[in-house]
């Protein structure tokens, strides 16, 4: 489908099933990316010049955060693209390879491992769902509506002030607890009801507010993959943050994602 | 309620936080590989900067 250029790198992309690609073959060539055949399977790669992308000039690019944005974005967004269109397998950023040789002894020992996963990838779309909370909110929900804690209300009415001062320390206490006891719930209960409706799920890490920049904390972080056909993954979330918005939950859903976190090759051979 | 649903922003954080350890990992041949990138050492400046979606850009390269 293309000709090497003998000086330059392989950057790849992602993986396409070769027989939904028939009818689009003509337009992608036009463009500068290049498609590699091999058997059911062509990868999407551009040529890349290796003094910028030597493992060397990589590692020293990786402390660049703008570099870092570039790269990032440019691959999501070949890989955004490719998935509306087919079933991708994406490959990890930055996966270079020195030669078309290389390239073809890849897909040769992985073959059908990745013949498998283009099947099973099928009609499938990522999902993110990421619940950040309102504290004070939250905390106002939980001392009106917990038990424990509007029993713990109405005993200390009864008490003198100094006794009221020392269980004042013992309340915020058990508000502080009721409260990630709270998030739990409602994280726990949310993932339980998109898991179902899922194929697949992946839980994360939940990142601060020194890498979010959004005022609430984050307190969940998810991913689903998720059948297009039959399922609806924005009705499910915003069904249940109707259920939990009034006590202080945001929900903040994001998708289709091209399926980064469900495409996995297992059997590597060295 | 917002309607954060439809024509939402993507932000270089969500980009990251889905690239980020994942796709395929493949050995052997490949001569290139990149290091773990840690969110907290990247500007939160550009972590929280609006990316293009896809369906804006007119310069795709395909």
């Known amino acids: 489908m293309t000709h090497y250029e003998g000086d330059s790198l392989i950057y790849v992309y992602g993986l396409i099933p070769a027989s939904e690609l028939i009818p689009s073959v003509d337009r992608m060539d036009e463009h500068i990316f290049h498609l590699h055949k091999h058997g059911e399977i062509i990868a999407v790669f551009e040529y890349v010049d290796p003094l910028v992308f030597s493992q060397q000039t990589i590692e020293q690019h990786v402390s660049d955060p703008n570099w870092v944005k570039d790269r990032a974005v440019s691959h999501h967004n070949v890989l955004a693209m490719l998935h509306q269109q087919f079933t991708v397998i994406p490959l990890k950023l930055c996966t270079i390879f020195a030669d078309y040789k290389s390239l073809e002894e890849m897909l040769c020992r992985h073959y059908d491992e990745m013949v498998a996963l283009f099947s099973n990838l099928r009609g499938t779309d990522e999902w993110n769902l990421k619940i950040y909370y309102d504290k004070e909110k939250l905390k106002q929900h939980v001392m009106l509506n917990n038990n424990s804690i509007l029993e713990l209300t109405e005993e200390m009415n009864g008490l003198s002030p100094g006794k009221q001062f020392l269980m004042k320390k013992k309340m915020n206490a058990v508000i502080e607890l009721e409260i990630e006891n709270e998030m739990k719930r409602v994280c726990m209960e949310t993932h339980e009801q998109l898991s179902s409706a899922s194929l697949k799920e992946t839980v994360k890490k939940v990142w601060g507010r020194n890498v979010t920049g959004i005022k609430e904390e984050m307190t969940w972080n998810s991913v689903y993959l998720m059948d297009r056909k039959s399922s609806d993954f924005l009705r499910l979330v915003k069904q249940l943050e109707n259920d939990f918005i009034e006590s202080g939950f945001i929900f903040k859903a994001s998708g289709p994602w091209p399926v980064y976190h469900f495409a996995h090759i297992h059997s590597e051979k060295t | ?62």
């Open chain 2, 1 to 62: 309620m917002k309607d954060w649903y439809a024509n939402q922003e993507i932000t270089l954080l969500d980009i990251l936080d889905g690239l980020i350890d994942t796709g395929v990992v493949l050995k052997g041949e490949l001569i290139i590989s990149i290091a773990n990138i840690d969110l907290v050492y990247i500007d939160l400046r550009l972590l929280i900067t609006a990316v293009e979606s896809i369906a804006d850009r007119s310069d795709l390269r395909m």
